[in-house]
Nanobody
Framework: KVRLVESGGGSVQAGGSLKLTCAAA????????MAWSRQAPGKEREMIAC???????TYADSVKGRFTISKDTGKTTLYLQLASLQIEDTAMYYC??????????????????WGQGTQVTVSP
C-alpha cells in the first residue's frame, strides 16, 4: 500500500479558496498518475482531478475551471488548489494513486490507494 498524507483542509466561506497538499514518496509523484477524489456524507466517492505521468491534468465537470491539480517542481508533493468554493464542495478530500500512467476518472478508483483524507467545509 502506498503511503499518502493529505493536509490543508479547513473551514471557509463560500467563494473562498483553499490549497490541499498530498505528500508521497518521490518515486510515486514523479513516475505515476495521481488524483484527488472527495466523498461527502452519505454519498459515493467522486473523482474530481487527475494528473498523469506527463503532468497533463484531467478534471471532472463539477470542478473544472475552479480547481487546479499540480505537482511541485521536485515532484514530491501533489497539490489541489480550490477556488470559488461552493457549499456543495463540502466533503472529505483524498489523494491517491493507482500506480498507472494514464488518467481516466471513471476507472481510476479501481485498485487505487488513498490517503486518510482532509476535511473541507464550506459555509454560506
Amino acid at each position: 500500500k502506498v503511503r499518502l498524507v493529505e493536509s490543508g483542509g479547513g473551514s471557509v466561506q463560500a467563494g473562498g479558496s483553499l490549497k490541499l497538499t498530498c505528500a508521497a514518496a518521490k518515486v510515486v509523484t514523479s513516475r505515476y498518475s495521481m488524483a484527488w477524489s472527495r466523498q461527502a456524507p452519505g454519498k459515493e466517492r467522486e473523482m474530481i482531478a487527475c494528473i498523469n505521468s506527463d503532468d497533463k491534468p484531467t478534471y471532472a465537470d463539477s470542478v473544472k475551471g475552479r480547481f487546479t491539480i499540480s505537482k511541485d517542481t521536485g515532484k514530491t508533493t501533489l497539490y489541489l488548489q480550490l477556488a470559488s468554493l461552493q457549499i456543495e464542495d463540502t466533503a472529505m478530500y483524498y489523494c491517491g494513486t493507482n500506480l498507472g500512467y494514464a488518467c481516466y476518472l471513471s476507472t481510476f478508483d479501481k485498485n487505487a490507494d488513498w490517503g486518510q483524507g482532509t476535511q473541507v467545509t464550506v459555509s454560506p
